[in-house]
């Protein structure tokens, strides 16, 4: 019998892909004492449970120790930004409210209109990097790339980027299972100052709107759609916070994967045509958010195991994504796999609304590149990945384009 899955150990944060395997196989379905809560590791239960309406994403539901102790330090450290529930963990109707509110500027056809802006972005970012001959992917494109874009959706001049890298990386590095005490106060500083900001914000684009993001959910409020102040302020924390973390992820622990795998880095080059089918093989390869947690709204079984009213169950998006009932030889990378059915957004009604956008970033960066640096080398040592499951990233990437 194998031992409950345990991700705090940091050879699970490593590499964390031989332990899914022996759980598909042998307990695919479990419950770990470590985390107080049932783990799911096959593709066809993390899909079900994802696509179920008896499993709220609202963890503050969880009868489980594990979860309240995560949910009382998010409180602690959101401020009263912290008592509302957002659209991440919000069941219908208030989910469906929150989410089209903000839904519009996140289509495909939304982001279509950024990708030229994008493109300019990466290039400007690679433009300063190459001056240093050698630099850190993540430091300087991987992670101030998303923040700029979603500030510039919000409305955010050039001139406040900075500070908003700052508070993004601040709250990310508090977001993993378990939170040091020094990270968490740092994040409770940041979302302090980042609710100031917004605050200030919010009244100006009340006297002065304009086309941004900001602006949009002001008049969505005062058109009387039930959007609160709170609500107004956590979906701006949510916004600029969400998909930062895991667009750097994708990024940096793609590239990782293409220098591990330098046939397929060299494919890319030589076929710059396949970025897209690149990136969805990426995001199923090396899945930059690895779980997600649901709790049982009654009782409910799978695969012959009850879980019970209350209970928490981590979907493994990581495991699933590597199952080989769905992806033929799921360990291998194929830049040109297709059909590639990935989870690494999730699925459901809380699929991730800032997919689009984190495609077309991630697209832009791998393109820009593979065309200006196709000799790129990551320089020695062993990676160092930072000690969070969830939300499993480098700390930096070291490169060398000279």
Known sequence: MLEPFNPFRPQVVADPYPYYRLYREEEPVHFSQTLDAWVLTRYRDVEAVLNDGRFSANRRLARNRFAQMMVQQEMQRMGPVGQVVTMLGADPPDHTRLRRLVSKAFTARAVESLRPRIQSLVDGLLDTAEQKGDFDLIADLAFPLPVIVIAEMLGVPPEDRDTFKRWSDDVAASLGLL??????????????????????????????????????????????????????????VLLLVAGNETTTNLIGNGM????????????????????????????????????????????????????????????????????????????????????????????????????????????AAFSALARRFPNIRPLEGAPEWAPNYILRGLKRLPVSVR
């Open 179 to 236: 939170t040091p005490p020094d990270v968490a106060e740092r994040a409770r500083r940041s979302i302090i100052e980042m609710t100031e900001y917004f605050s200030q914000a919010v009244a100006e684009r009340r006297r002065r709107p304009r086309e941004d993001l900001i602006s949009g959910l002001v008049a969505a409020e005062e058109q009387g759609q039930a959007l609160s102040e709170q609500e107004v302020l956590a979906t701006l």
């Open 256 to 363: 990782l994967a293409l220098f591990r795998h330098p046939d397929q880095w060299e494919r890319l080059c030589r076929q710059p045509e396949l970025v897209r089918t690149a990136v969805e093989e990426l995001l199923r390869y090396e899945s930059p958010a690895q779980a997600t947690s649901r709790v049982a709204l009654e009782e409910i079984e799978i695969d012959g195991h009850r879980i019970e009213p209350y209970q928490l169950v981590f979907c493994i998006l990581g495991s699933a994504n590597r199952d080989p009932e769905i992806f033929a030889e799921p360990d291998r990378l194929d830049i040109a796999r297709e059909p590639n059915p990935h989870l690494a957004f999730g699925d459901g009604i809380h699929f991730c609304l800032g997919a689009p956008l984190a495609r077309a970033e991630a697209q």
